[in-house]
């Protein structure tokens, strides 16, 4: 049973590099996989740092030109992990060259974006992937399987949020350099496309469509000094974000997004109530979710934590012993390996471009509504 | 040093007039007060229970019609805990006859009720005072010391619910004795008054007026039987209510309430997020609060979980030792003593009826607002 | 249905005077006993501090010779709430009296005291009871309602501790009012029979009978300031006591208490491990039990983190609403209304001197194995 | 700064081989390393087992007698991940054949096997390391900081678990490949060995040598089948085993391992109090401590629960960004890389075998003393 080799061309070696090349070489010494990942290239305009880059995570060769990547006939998939105002031209381009394509979210700076990008992947039917890695932690994918096991009932209710407090200091300048998601040109936006995209991706995986949002979004720190340049310039990008909605099944929700809640790193949490149960889970104990299940009996009855290290857990099996957590990067980890079976067995692996698509248009909503002060219809 | 007696009149003998009348016992136990209350009377209109919770209580008479209790000499305070829609002309009228007024929150079902009562006390100067009792959990009041002390800094964020599950079940009556919050002409809302209105009470206390909301509400159950008649009648309520808005501080928030959220009992929680430091309550273990403070060294740097049962803490030296919790009924407690310290030294205690107005004018505002689906200004 | 009068004389006004005298006025209020408990005399050698506090709490009338309230013929229960000294004088002569006598924790400074107490309890055949109100905590009663109707299966570890830190100062004196705890000639031992026998009178009502213990004990801090005479003296109490044992049921556990555990201040926690189910319960969080149900399905299965606070929870339904908590020292109210209720039905309510007896012997067995270096059988 | 290459031959493919494994090829990539290290050989016995883990984990060849991959010159290092009766044949034969050697724990299976493991590695002056990984848990090293920095003051208590439910079963056999740990020929001891050995190293390494012991071990079901005979035999395992102890500053400890903790798969926790701070870890939330400082203003004083995911914190620079958190392979991780830095520097890398002898001096001890019912002597 040998296996095909899938030869991947990366662009991009920031932090989303390091956890994409991570899972490159980690999927196949977990998870028997139906191809064996080579790391063929990795493209950045920085010839120095890509090539200490490749030296590091084993990339057999390197580009400083993201076409010259694409043009390569010995690279199968090309993977995106650069900044976000690159991602449709350069999807677009592999598309169209037929190459498998993975793309680190959001999408697109936008829908409009989003949908070119969307609509190339499928006229060219290449495999494609949106890494909303959150969609691969065990706990999270255990929600959803009890969801569809109709444990919960009919749902009232979802809230999320993604809290951090990086950029709470005016000092902080925004641009350039590991601190593009402040500028808004590259980003598209602000915590809205960073960081609730996340939350919308898992929400509507979990309890289907958004329907209308309701929100309101907040700039705190006005002008900042950018990186480069030394100049101060005005924030472009949304410091908060906080909307209601409505699903399409009826059910409320909250969500809120800030880089400005002191104490918190990068607290995701999400809860969703339905008639019988309800489950709670959030990143800074990514091992874990609380259940709460109403019909045990009334006296023992209370929210359940469980600590998601077995084998008859999501993903578990393949990691090591019951109490043993892993970590953040083996969400990536789960996601490639994810992909390369359903690629191997002809299917798509979600999230595709479609779905990250569908996470676009209810950022778009959310800033839309921020503006008009209206709901607005996603 | 005698102290100055203080009789009481208490109308209604639910759930509120249990705690009150607990609080009137025990308050003199643990404080030093410039009054003695005395338990003088207590109205209800069923003579039986009312008698029979008078000798629970050690209430010395009874009356069946509040009316003749206002009017009675022998009573100084009138203190309502009956259904809502009692409330405005109780109030109005004990305040016309001189007496001090308590009055169980939500003050009025609406605004306009509400200003009358608070119109009448000012205009009779008679002390006055809104049973938003979670304003007295040692913890909350602790957030309030620190908040005025500047250890926050700027304000960014404010986050409450308020969420229980008591009436998911479509078998649940509507209306009668113990039910009457289900009852829109009683209760005059559902959640919104019932639940978010000590949420906002909180919130303005801790971080000043609200501005503007938009808010979303849904009737998950359309329909229920009346208790008393066994009509299937329409629900007029809100079940669940949202909103974001800004507070005039500039900060933005995110309110919940809910009778749907499976698993939770009474939790209300609040968060506050500042430039310096966050805090963090629910009333699931209401003698805890999280406290971070950016200014620990950064190894170090974390939630503190303090246990808030130590001298120095709000209201604790007059109890046990440290580590020995208090519960929900000594919040009660702590109003009436305060009540009756402030009223000693001339001077109103909070909240009176003008802050209850506050209170209900944002309700207000978010119930127009779940119609109107715009935002609304306070 | 008119109720029979109990009158009180209540020895002692220290902290457990003002438990004990809450419990006396509270428990009436809410739960229907068969008798009216009425505050006749307190006792006290200072009779400006007993006249106070007999003004605080509605006392009757004064004694300050506590051999005077015994004879007097209108008192039918004699509480003992004194320092550990004066435990069996007082409790014999009650008892020789005819009076029903409770006495607080630990019964006897040892063993032998203890004995005494019991024989002459039960030769003069009085209602008696040991103020170990931690069996009054509703968390820890549904424990023990899941262990007698077989949920845990075969017991196979207890592990309990009472952890405290306010001893750690060298400048801490020690003897006299509120600090007596420290001097070993009144209090018989230190946290061996302060703390320890609080975890062993709860363990063995759970568990059963400790057939053997091996311990060790230390005095961190050799000499103290005595607070009256300002005497520097040896300090004679163990500051800290740890012991392992076997259970006749053939459980292991292990057991510490001390006052130099930096960072607790009541921290009694519990937990029992059987074949089916765990259960866990601490003293900071008092109104929640941690249960395990190994017969939950896999996926789901976890720690339940149960809110003690609904109406099929133990005591719960004569307080207030699920989700409202309850303090420290409704335990007291607990114990004193089912002592009522069961000198009524004129049943003995436990714990019972005897009850106190078996968890002396246990605490002899410790402090004499800490001395011997040896498993002492109890 | 080419790096010298280290050629890696290891010994077993069980859990343990793949942990290492994983380290040897994830070190590298995160962290700078002197060494480059390359997956020379793998042995066991079982030829098609062994080729498919080579394949899996990218060793270059195979060897099924360990005899020979000692004596192949290209190979550096030995590294035994295979049964603990294996250890000392095969640690000494490296050791003679002048290979550094790594070893999992325990050491030997008696103090006795590690005196002759440590004085061959001594002999031989190779680089020696004994596998306790949990000293490289980012959480444990801070506190490992804090209290060389002095933070803590005098220490007085240390208290330490390892809470195992995977035994409880009747039927589950012992013996045999995957159950080996069973079998007291092949372990040498049950938990005592297997768990009490991770407590009792970190313990020392934290707070310094134990002198003295008193324990007592059990074994609940006393026959088990076994795997491969399918013969019945006595259990000669402890099932679990606890000891109190003195440690030579003077502090008191209790410790306490079991696989018979029904709801705890892998919970090793410990806690460390000293006179100014405290201090808690527990392996179920690795990424986490919490700390308690004194010297915090007492209002808000309070266990701070501190997330150990900030570059600030042992070893997180090199993984991910603050809120994001590693798992339990990472120790491993850790560690070798260490060995690989020390060893570069000519420094030695604890833990040594000096120190696993140590600890297994410890576990001889708490054995001894299980027996003998008496204080042992380190």
Redesign the interface.
């Known amino acids: 049973m040998s296996k095909k080799n899938l030869n991947i061309g990366l662009i991009g070696y920031g932090?989303m590099g390091r956890?994409h090349s991570?899972a490159f070489?980690q999927a196949?010494?977990f998870f028997d996989l139906p191809y064996k990942p080579t790391l063929k290239a990795v493209c950045a305009r920085n010839p120095d740092r890509v090539k200490s880059f490749a030296a590091?995570?084993g990339y057999e060769s390197i580009e400083t030109d993201w076409r010259a990547m694409i043009e390569r006939p010995d690279i199968d998939l090309i993977d995106i992990a650069s900044p976000n105002d690159t991602h449709a031209e350069i999807a677009i381009a592999a598309a169209r060259a037929g190459k498998m394509v993975m793309c680190e979210k959001p999408l697109g700076r936008n829908a409009a974006e989003a949908l070119a990008m969307t609509e190339a992947v499928e006229a060219a039917s290449v495999p494609n992937m949106v890494w909303y890695n959150y969609r691969r932690v065990p706990g999270v994918v255990?929600i959803k399987?009890?969801l569809d096991e109709g444990k919960f009932g009919r749902i009232?209710?979802y809230?999320a949020k993604f809290?951090?407090?990086?950029t709470?200091s005016q000092d902080l300048p925004q641009g350039g350099e590991g601190l593009w998601r402040l500028d808004v040109a590259v980003a598209g936006s602000g915590v809205t496309g960073d960081l609730l995209a996340h939350n919308i991706d898992t929400a509507m995986w979990l309890n289907g469509p958004i329907t209308e949002v309701?929100?309101?979004t907040?700039t705190?720190i006005k002008e900042r000094k950018h990186n480069l340049t030394g100049d101060v310039q005005p924030v472009g990008i949304d410091d908060?974000s906080?909307?209601?909605?409505?699903f399409e099944n009826?059910s409320?929700a909250?969500f809120?997004a800030?880089r400005?809640?002191?104490?918190?790193?990068?607290?995701y949490t999400l809860e969703i109530?339905?008639?019988?149960?309800?489950a709670f889970w959030d990143?800074?104990?990514?091992?874990?979710i609380q259940?709460?299940?109403?019909q045990?009996e009334?006296?023992?009855?209370?929210?359940?934590?469980?600590?998601i290290?077995?084998g008859?857990?999501p993903y578990m099996k393949h990691?090591?012993?019951?109490?043993?957590?892993?970590?953040?990067?083996?969400t990536f980890t789960h996601q490639f390996a994810d992909f390369l079976q359903a690629t191997g067995e002809g299917r798509s692996s979600a999230p595709t471009f479609r779905d990250g698509l569908a996470t676009d248009r209810v950022t778009d909503a959310v800033l839309k509504s921020a503006k008009s002060?209206?709901?607005e219809t996603v």
């Open positions: 932090f956890t991570n070489l196949g010494r590091n995570w255990l399987q009890l009232f209710h809230r809290l951090q407090d990086w709470i309701s929100a309101v907040e705190f908060a906080a909307f209601i909605c409505r009826g409320l909250t809120e800030t400005y809640a002191r104490g918190h790193k990068a607290l109530n339905g008639e019988h149960a309800s990143l800074h104990d990514l091992h874990r259940y709460f299940d109403h045990d009334g006296r023992v009855r209370g929210w359940r934590n469980v600590h290290t077995d008859d857990h990691w090591w012993v019951p109490g043993l957590q892993i970590g953040y990067e083996h002060r209206k709901w």
